[in-house]
């Protein structure tokens, strides 16, 4: 990533004092710090790779999906 987790967490404090949606801080992420929307989604919701991944897992449950074979490694690229 070219600018870091202080971007993010700036990113995130200002949508949180501005009460923005949470797609208004994803595009706010990719935009300045140059990362895929799958990664930008993530961070704005300051999930680690883990976090995601158990998100994911929980989703596919709760819906009746088979869940995709996918670790935090693998997401992470
Ligand atoms: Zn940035």
Do not use: F
Not at 10 to 26: F, S
Not at 35 to 53: E, I, N, P, Q
Not at 69 to 77: E, F, P, V
């Amino acid at each position: 990533m070219a600018h870091g987790l202080a971007c993010v967490e700036r990113l995130r404090a200002e949508g949180v004092v501005e009460d923005r949606d949470i797609r208004r801080t994803v595009d706010a992420v990719m935009s300045c710090c140059g990362v895929s929307r799958l990664r930008a989604y993530r961070l704005a919701h300051g999930w680690t790779l883990k976090d995601a991944v158990d998100v994911l897992i929980k989703l596919c449950d709760e819906g009746d999906i088979v869940r995709p074979k996918l670790d935090a490694d693998q997401l992470g690229h």
